[in-house]
Every structure is written in C-alpha cells, then in structure tokens.
C-alpha cells in the first residue's frame, strides 16, 4: 500500500512539473539548453553564469515586486558559484573599483607633475623673453629633483610664434648648461595652458588695495550721567 500511495505522488509531482505553464515555458528541467540559449554546462553557459551578479533577485509576485528596492532580475547563478562567491568576498568584485581609482589617482598625479614641471609666462623675461632668475631656479628644481617623474619640460604657449620660439630656445639653452646634472634626454615641449595660482606681485598688489581701502576701526564711546550718584 505504501508503495502504491509512493509511486501516486511521484506521479502527480512529475505530472504537475511537465504539464505546469511555467515548466512549457522554461522547458524541461533536466534539458540541455536554458533561457540563455546555451547548452549547459558548456564552456560558454559556465562563462555566462558566472559573469552574472551576486546576491538576491528582484521578482514580480502577488502584484508586487519582492524586495521593493532595485535588485538584479537575471537568472541566479548555480549553487557553486554563489558559495564561491560568498566565500572570497568582496574578491573579485572589489578589484573593479580599486582599478577605477588607482586609474584616476595616475591621471592626477601625472597631472600634478605636469604643472610643477611648467614654466610659465612669469618665468620669462617680457622684453627678451629669456628665462629670469626664478626661472632658471625653477629648472634646476626639476632637474635636481630625486623624485620626478617626468622627462620633459612644458613652457606656457603664448599666442604669438616668435615668442614661443625665443622661450623655447632659452630653455634649451639653459638645459645644455646643465648637461652635467640631467643624465638623460629633457624635451622641451610647448602647452596650451596657465597657472592655476597668482604671481606673488599680483598678489601684493591686492593684498595692499585690500589694506588701503579698510575702514578705519572705531568705537563709539556712549556715556550716561548717574545725576548725582557721585560714582
């Protein structure tokens, strides 16, 4: 009797997974090919499921969406991948965003060298356009310093050709000078930039208008007779 009342549910559970809406749709359970269109357990089927996220799913039941806030809505992935998954997390995934920001970080830092590397127009002479003192001074610094990573100086371009080329030549000149100390080839090389801080005259220049244009600080003294409190 017993195996009688076994085989009757074996066969109505069976009967209910071939015959149900959803199993016509997926197909059989057991088949060879899934949703993706790929054949399981091929190469390309582990590929795309591994590649799928982590975590739980989004789906439409009852007429509301379980759990309300956005989750993924693609397929899980199987049971081994999801252990993989749970067991060396936040690997590989946090990998992602690390490369993001040592890509950013690079961008910066070779943006950052770049502009100590720059001479700029209060570099130079205006009348010959050769490189001042602070100039020349600015040059040793990147030459001399232990810690540069660029292999080229930058000189501000100005908007006339003839002034590019004098500036470009004072710079080479100087750096044939110190041929001792580079070791290593130094190009010189033209940008279309500015400084992103203020001369120190012009500094001063505001910093005194500032001064000058202050009011002059007082205090208005109010006294108040006692009439007679003799204090």
């Given at each position: 009797?017993?195996?009688?009342?076994?085989?009757?549910?074996?066969?109505?559970?069976?009967?209910?997974?071939?015959?149900?809406?959803?199993?016509?749709?997926?197909?059989?359970?057991?088949?060879?090919?899934?949703?993706?269109?790929?054949?399981?357990?091929s190469p390309e089927w582990w590929e795309y499921t591994g590649s799928l996220p982590v975590g739980s799913r989004q789906v439409y039941r009852h007429g509301k969406l379980w759990?309300?806030?956005?989750?993924?809505?693609?397929?899980?992935q199987t049971f081994a991948q999801q252990f993989h998954s749970a067991h060396f997390w936040p690997t590989p995934y946090v990998e992602n965003d690390?490369?993001?920001?040592?890509?950013?970080?690079?961008?910066?830092?070779?943006?950052?060298?770049?502009?100590?590397?720059?001479?700029?127009?209060?570099?130079?002479?205006?009348?010959?356009?050769?490189?001042?003192?602070?100039?020349?001074?600015?040059?040793?610094?990147?030459v001399q310093n232990p810690a540069r990573r660029q292999h080229s100086i930058h000189v501000q371009a100005s908007t006339e050709r003839s002034i590019n080329t004098m500036r470009v030549a004072s710079v080479n000149n100087y750096i044939a000078e110190l041929s001792d100390q580079i070791g290593r080839p130094l190009n010189v090389l033209l940008d279309v930039t500015s400084p992103v801080t203020r001369p120190a005259v012009e500094v001063e220049l505001y910093q005194k208008a500032w001064i000058d244009g202050m009011a002059s600080p007082h205090i208005s003294l109010k006294t108040s007779n006692s009439g007679g409190s003799g204090q």
């Open positions: 009797m017993r195996l009688i009342c076994l085989r009757i549910i074996l066969f109505a559970f069976f009967s209910g997974i071939i015959i149900s809406p959803e199993s016509a749709r997926a197909g059989w359970p057991w088949g060879k090919r899934d949703t993706s269109g790929l054949k399981k357990h759990p309300p806030r956005p989750r993924p809505t693609d397929p899980q690390r490369n993001i920001i040592k890509v950013f970080e690079a961008v910066q830092i070779n943006q950052g060298w770049k502009n100590v590397s720059t001479l700029y127009g209060y570099h130079f002479d205006p009348e010959s356009h050769h490189l001042t003192k602070s100039g020349r001074e600015h040059v040793l610094w990147v």
